[in-house]
């Protein structure tokens, strides 16, 4: 993964902070596929990796499970999800952060 | 077998309000234990929590969780990690452990709290599982430390600390005790919850694991980020709090909730994070300054979810920014001159190469806060290092229980905000601290700082010997001393350097 960090950073930012490894590299693949109509932000920062957007982001259960090829349960991601900016919503098959207000 | 989806079972699994029959409400759920705020129940029944999870879930990431930390630690420890470890990054955890370990137990506490009072029945089930995640983060920081005591003694107060009256141990305790110990469900839930653990608690346990990623501690980098784990989950326990009480008319009570709790656990983990950021790693393993994780974790991300829930930033904010650039220099340099007090051995940590990234990070450094460390510089160059330790004590802020203390040098900014209440005079560092007090003087009024128990007889004799003593350091352990031995005084030898003439 490499950082791609635009200049002046959104108010509207949100998505998830995940643990280094590989379910983050993971993560990170199913969140392009999962959000085409998005930039997606990813900051590299070794323990942890930085994944926004405007507006928030989704990852589905459907995905994550195409890329690692074995069965998902989304509750897994809790593991490695150290934390995120927005709100969040989960469900069995999507985790969803968001924010209610557009500043 | 399969399944049900959670889904389909989750609505009936946590309505699990009844009406009492043999008891009145208000002894079921005591309002100053419960909601001192009077909003109906109907109203808490609408409770819905935006990070759901079964207690099978549960279970099972909680002990996949479990399994990671322990076995990064087991396969580790063959490398004799901290065996050869820089001594000042040894001091981080002996603070890290002594502060937070015994914390975690308190939160534990504070969940049970809501677990048993809350009115809306998903919060219950949610602070279950927050219950059960801080009796993990207490049993799991003690154990990890516990193979350190026998490489060194001051690792015990990862155990000790907060059974002693170290002055240390008092400002955070005082703290958390009011935050999370001393408030009806519905009122630590937005202090613990949000203010606590949607902001503060990511700079040390998300930013620093960089920095001790960068050290090559990944037993420790690895532990922090799976505790945080919990954190995301359960801090989400706060958000339909504050939206219940907004849509009730309590919003100006939620804010002020906000407002007293952020600052409180500020003033701490000021110390407890910005110092080894800035002054104890390495300059080369330094991923980036504390102010910088303070802007990535709390002025953009926690700030833009308090606007989001509907809340304003605090009413002090423009003293918080300014806090940032000022409190942790000023407690570094107060600690390490007092250092014997405490129960790690904090560097000086300050060549002149690190003057300069500081100076970088904050600009004008070194004609503030540098021209303290100007003088024990000096000193310590010119062979006189007792001059260095510092005698008598300091004025201490009966809110957050630190010394009073500013900016120096070419701005002296220091000063003490006074208020008389019922005949006795407080001190406070800030207009801030003062303002916590005058929200709940009654709350506040008889607790006595460590310099008050000087006066009052309580230290008593009151020598040097016996202070360190009545707060442990001698005691549990032998007290600080500079961790790398002034070693660092040495990058001033070098010819050019601004304090080499």
Known sequence: MTASKPATRSKNMAGPLLRGGEIAVAACEAIQEDNPEKQVVIEDHRTYVRVEAEGGLIIRRKTMEEILGRPFRMQELEVNLTGFSGQIETDENYMRWYLKLDL | ?501
Request: hydrophobic share 35%; proline share 5%; glycine share 6%.
């Open chain 2, 1 to 501: 077998m399969a399944l049900l989806d959670r889904s389909r079972w989750y609505d009936i699994a946590r309505s699990t309000n009844w009406t009492p029959s043999y008891v009145a409400e208000s002894e079921l759920f005591p309002p100053d234990q419960s909601d001192p705020y009077g909003i109906p129940t109907a109203e808490w029944e609408t409770f819905d929590e935006p990070y759901k999870v079964s207690y099978r879930e549960y279970v099972n990431v909680q002990r996949e969780k479990d399994a990671g930390a322990y076995s990064v630690k087991a396969a580790l420890m063959r490398s004799q990690y901290y065996e050869n470890a820089d001594p000042a990054y040894l001091s981080l955890l002996k603070m890290h452990y002594g502060a937070i370990a015994l914390s975690e137990y308190a939160a534990c506490q504070s969940d049970a709290r809501m677990t048993r009072f809350s009115k809306a029945p998903s919060m219950r089930n949610m602070a279950t599982f927050g219950m059960l995640d801080e009796l993990r983060h207490g049993q799991i920081q003690l154990y990890f430390p516990h193979q350190l005591v026998t490489l060194d003694r001051q690792f015990d107060w990862a155990h000790e600390a907060h059974h002693t009256r170290n002055w240390a141990t008092l400002a955070g305790r005082h703290a958390l005790d009011d935050v999370m110990m001393t408030r009806d469900a519905m009122t630590t839930s937005l202090m613990l919850n949000f203010a606590f653990e949607t902001g503060l608690t990511n700079v040390q346990m998300i930013g620093l694991s960089a920095d001790a990623a960068n050290m090559g501690d990944f037993t420790f980098a690895n532990l922090i980020t799976s505790i945080q784990s919990d954190e995301a989950r359960h801090a989400q326990i706060g958000t339909p709090v504050i939206e219940i009480m907004i849509r009730n008319g309590k919003k100006a009570e939620a804010q002020q909730a906000i407002d007293v709790a952020f600052w409180r656990i500020w003033r701490v983990f000021a110390l407890l994070t910005g110092i080894p950021m800035d002054y104890w790693f390495p300059l080369e393993k330094r991923d980036r300054s504390f102010k910088e994780y303070m802007h990535e974790f709390v002025i953009t991300q926690f700030e833009r979810q308090l606007l989001d829930v509907g809340l304003q930033r605090p009413w002090y904010w423009e003293q918080f920014l300014d806090d940032i650039e000022t409190h942790h220099h000023c407690q570094q340099a107060g600690i390490w001159s007092w250092r014997n007090t405490v129960w790690w051995n904090p560097t000086g940590g300050l060549g002149p190469d690190e003057r300069d990234w500081l100076e970088q990070k904050y600009p004008g450094w070194n004609a503030t806060h540098g021209k303290y460390w100007d003088v024990i510089i000096d000193n310590l160059r010119n062979g006189r290092p007792e001059k260095t330790e510092a005698v008598g004590m300091p004025a201490i802020c009966n809110m957050c229980q630190i010394p009073i203390s500013n900016k120096g040098g070419t701005q002296w900014k220091a000063r003490i905000y006074q208020r008389e209440h019922e005949g006795r005079r407080y001190n406070f560092c800030t207009p801030v601290c003062r303002w916590v007090f005058d929200t709940e003087p009654k709350r506040y009024k008889d607790w006595n700082t460590i310099v008050d128990r000087l006066y009052n007889g309580e230290i008593n004799p009151p020598t040097a010997e016996n202070i360190l003593r009545y707060m442990g350091s001698g005691v549990v352990s032998e007290g600080g001393r500079d961790a790398h031995g002034y070693d660092w005084v040495k990058g001033y030898d070098r010819p050019g350097t601004e304090a080499a003439e």
